[in-house]
């Protein structure tokens, strides 16, 4: 009843950007905390970056910091990220995820939720 969709990933040489958007649908009523995390081949999958439900607090992994940057539009329900800078290093599956309150089955309920990751490539 509830998905996330991530579009925006890709290869891209290093120094250079990409903008990744996840667009959350179905029967919401709420999302609090949005967040993008990666995970690299045969790493455990990491916080990128997050943003609580007014965009007014974002947090960002050591690694990212001043070249990554999370936004979110809540009249379209899309999180964005924008990444500047790109390092070889950033290579990896990057998901979308979101505190989502939807109804469903006849009640409001509350779950933390993932997209199915898009790909980004960061080539020397």
């Known amino acids: 009843q509830v998905q996330l969709v991530e579009s925006g990933g890709g290869w891209v040489q290093a120094g250079g950007s990409l903008r990744l958007s996840c667009v959350v649908s179905?029967?919401?009523?709420?999302?609090?905390?949005m967040g993008w995390y990666r995970q690299a081949p045969g790493n455990q999958r990491e916080l990128v970056a997050d943003i609580s439900r007014d965009g007014d607090s974002t947090h960002y992994a050591d690694s990212v910091k001043g070249r990554f940057t999370i936004s979110r539009d809540n009249a379209k329900n899309t999180v964005y990220l924008q990444m500047d800078s790109l390092k070889l290093e950033d290579t990896a599956v990057y998901y979308c995820?979101?505190?989502?309150?939807?109804?469903?089955?006849?009640?409001?309920?509350?779950?933390?939720?993932w997209g199915q990751g898009t790909q980004v490539t960061i080539s020397s």
């Open positions: 179905g029967s919401i009523l709420e999302i609090r905390s």
């Open positions: 995820n979101a505190d989502v309150t939807y109804y469903g089955r006849g009640n409001y309920n509350r779950r933390n939720y």
